[in-house]
């Protein structure tokens, strides 16, 4: 009797202590949120567009060829005073549980971005659903309702055709960045590093893009583009840079992995183009005198894309010059990148985190007016080194000199 008592009890205790299934929730009950997307009303408060998965018709899309299927996904919006009371107001409509698990991009609007974005993601870290490494983007010239509601033709959720085509700009192009909300959390809560992330906008009629229509065409009413990068000071937007200024900060944020740069040579404007492979970018900072300086050094290999004019490619003075040309054209990019943000009075190169880990004494002196005071006066010596690796299977183009 005791050997048996001495078996069942433990089996007992552990019985009590487990707490079996009572936070468990039915698929059929929860509303699976892929987008999140954030705007201002006009008085004031926040509207919150929720982009939700329509499961049955996302997998009869598949099936029945596209547009045959009904929408792949419901937008649904409602206001609040904050993220969280517009979150919970939006059960009024939706007939399930928001559940933010899968949520994966954040798309802020203009209004909002300007205001400030500490409010914004001090809701979204403490909710235990929610993943910090959703992807984010700025609504530049939308809303960010109107941008969710546009419908893609290639991937039938347009959250992910977003998130999609910031890897793959970022990694093939170089103009933007492919940001996720816990590096934007990290920029705040840094006092040496403000944030930059990559602005969407909308090509066409937005209204007609809402509609089924837009991807049942070869050349859709309405679609969303990637277009600059927004510089916010302290957590506000501040202002927008686009084209080679905005690679030029990609540049010295060290996250360029391939690009094609194209040069003149010899008169000939766009003559040579060069694809960069691989690239490395490190910043130093040191202190004389009191007075901080930073120094840029990039270096690049890469090969030879295109050539558009008479040039011998196998003779090394010619590829010794071109790397020269490519250098300065370099140096150039990342000159204009660095003026723009010193004239916004914003580092989001991340130079003041570089003069906190030289010297602690100083950046805690200069740290409160770093980004009006010493980040617009600082020194920064930029050196670049390009290398041509490869110069594809033909040395001399086709084209012949005139």
């Known amino acids: ?74 937008i649904y919006t409602s206001t609040g005073d904050s993220l969280v009371e517009a979150s919970r107001k939006a059960s009024e409509k939706v007939s399930r549980l928001l559940y933010y698990a899968h949520t994966n991009l954040v798309v802020i609007g203009e209004e909002v971005a300007r205001e400030g974005l500490d409010g914004v993601f001090d809701a979204m870290e403490r909710n235990n659903q929610f993943r910090t490494t959703a992807r984010l983007v700025i609504a530049r010239g939308q809303s960010a309702k109107d941008v969710l509601t546009v419908l893609t033709p290639v991937d039938k959720i347009s959250a992910n055709q977003i998130i999609k085509t910031l890897e793959f700009s ?58 600059g990068l927004a510089l916010f000071k302290k957590g506000r937007l501040v202002g927008w840079v686009d084209g080679p200024p905005a690679r030029g900060i990609v540049w010295v944020l060290d996250r360029i992995k391939q ?26 900072a ?8 930073v120094s840029v050094h990039i270096r690049a290999e890469g090969d030879v894309s295109e050539a558009r004019v008479p040039i011998d490619l196998a003779d090394a003075g010619v590829l010794f010059q071109l790397e020269k040309d490519i250098e300065r054209h370099v140096k150039n990019e990342v000159k204009q990148a660095i003026e723009t943000a010193q004239r916004e009075r914003t580092d989001i190169f991340g130079f003041g985190d570089a003069v906190h880990r030289v010297d602690p004494r100083l950046w805690k002196k200069i740290e409160k007016e ?23 299977l033909r040395n001399k183009p086709y084209v012949e000199a005139e």
Not at 286 to 293: F, M
Not at 370 to 390: C, G, Q
């Open 1 to 74: 009797m005791k050997r048996i008592v001495a078996a069942v009890l433990p089996l007992l205790v552990c019985a009590g202590l487990l707490s079996g299934c009572w936070s468990k929730k039915e698929l059929t009950d929860l509303a699976f949120v892929i987008a999140v997307g954030l705007d201002k009303t006009k008085d004031g408060k926040y509207l919150a567009s929720f982009q939700v998965v329509n499961p049955g018709n996302v997998a009869g899309a598949t099936q029945r060829g596209g547009g045959a299927a009904g929408v792949p996904v419901s």
């Open 170 to 227: 970022e990694m093939a192009w170089g103009q933007t960045i492919n940001a996720d909300v816990w590096q934007a959390i990290r920029s705040l809560a840094s006092s040496g590093r403000d944030l930059t992330v990559t602005g969407v906008t909308i090509e066409g009629n937005p209204k007609r893009g809402k509609w089924q229509t837009n991807v049942q065409s070869s050349v859709p009413d309405a679609r969303v583009s990637l277009e």
């Open 259 to 284: 690009t094609n740069i194209t040069i003149p040579w010899k008169g000939k404007k766009e003559a040579i183009g060069y694809r960069t492979v691989r690239g490395k970018t490190d910043i130093k």
């Open 286 to 293: 040191t202190v004389k005198h009191g007075r901080p300086t």
């Open 370 to 392: 770093w980004n009006d005071r010493y980040f617009p006066n600082l020194d920064v010596m930029v050196t670049v080194d390009m290398y041509i690796r490869r110069t594809g």
